[in-house]
């Protein structure tokens, strides 16, 4: 079982960054691949990116595409998602998540969210 707990979050104007990060317990960290998601007002949780377990290789929603950057450290159970470019629409909660289906398909562990809020 792993825990998550992001951070990073806040608020920031359109065009500016953000890194967020998700801390992950337990020592079979990096035997897991990670995503994250995101939820704004009103909307369903939405897809943003994933990543393999050893960081090799990296999906993106459309959306962020080209903006955003996620990457890893296993050595330190954390990941990170570089957030370039902001716009009001990145405006929502992002989720950190786990998954032992390396087919991305679903997420088993859940973090509590960090906001994200993009000004105009």
């Known amino acids: 079982q792993v825990q998550l707990v992001e951070s990073g979050g806040g608020l920031v104007q359109a065009g500016g960054s953000l890194r967020l990060s998700c801390a992950a317990s337990g020592r079979t960290f990096s035997s897991y691949a990670m995503g994250w998601f995101r939820q704004a007002p009103g909307k369903e949780r939405e897809f943003v990116a994933a990543?393999?377990?050893?960081?090799?290789?990296?999906y993106y929603a459309d959306s962020v595409k080209g903006r955003f950057t996620f990457s890893r450290d296993n050595a330190k159970n954390t990941v990170y998602l570089q957030m370039n470019s902001l716009k009001p629409e990145d405006t929502a909660v992002y989720y950190c998540?786990?998954?032992?289906?390396?087919?991305?398909?679903?997420?088993?562990?859940w973090g509590q969210g960090t906001q994200v809020t993009v000004s105009s």
């Open positions: 990543i393999s377990w050893s960081g090799g290789s990296t």
């Open positions: 998540a786990a998954t032992t289906d390396y087919g991305l398909n679903s997420f088993d562990y």
